[in-house]
């Protein structure tokens, strides 16, 4: 088990590292080139900007049993397609049975945005940090 992160936006990066720690988990870091991040604990990987590129090069790495870190529906759904374990910022998890309604809400949106100004993301709070822990550890606990 590894945790593989979709990580330019991440809002929970070092969470990720110090429960990583904890377990003596791999963690990936994805990032495209216009962000600076080092860790001495992750392997991080800078990929060439472009449409997805940060994306597909995590989903290459992805292996059954990985636990994928991502806010981005689209390859929430192709890592699950691979068995991984996938997991929101915010703490959701992804499943086989609530993928499909949130990539068609996002298509529904996107179109929608095309006539109607749509406000974007609610703010982070403190329970969505708490809730994303607790439900990592909860995903690695459960698949250890």
Request: hydrophobic share 45%; net charge negative; aromatic share 8%.
């Given at each position: 088990?590894?945790?593989?992160?979709?990580?330019?936006?991440?809002?929970?990066?070092?969470?990720?590292?110090?429960?990583?720690?904890?377990?003596?988990?791999?963690?990936?870091?994805?990032?495209?080139?216009?962000?600076?991040?080092?860790?001495?604990?992750?392997?991080?990987?800078?990929?060439?900007?472009?449409?997805?590129?940060?994306?597909?090069?995590?989903?290459?790495?992805?292996?059954?049993?990985?636990?994928?870190?991502?806010?981005?529906?689209?390859?929430?759904?192709?890592?699950?397609?691979?068995?991984?374990?996938?997991?929101?910022?915010?703490?959701?998890?992804?499943?086989?049975?609530?993928?499909?309604?949130?990539?068609?809400?996002?298509?529904s949106h996107k179109k929608l945005r095309q006539h109607v100004r749509i406000k974007g993301p609610k703010k982070r709070t403190k329970i969505d940090d708490q809730t994303f822990q607790k439900n990592l550890k909860k995903v690695?606990?459960?698949?250890?």
């Open positions: 088990m590894r945790i593989l992160v979709d990580a330019d936006a991440c809002p929970v990066k070092e969470t990720i590292i110090k429960l990583a720690k904890k377990d003596q988990i791999d963690v990936l870091m994805f990032f495209d080139t216009a962000h600076v991040y080092d860790n001495d604990y992750a392997q991080v990987f800078m990929i060439s900007k472009g449409p997805d590129t940060v994306d597909f090069a995590l989903l290459n790495k992805v292996q059954s049993g990985d636990i994928v870190v991502t806010g981005d529906y689209g390859l929430a759904s192709l890592a699950l397609t691979k068995q991984a374990y996938v997991i929101h910022p915010s703490g959701m998890i992804y499943t086989e049975d609530n993928i499909l309604n949130l990539l068609n809400r996002r298509s690695i606990s459960k698949h250890k």
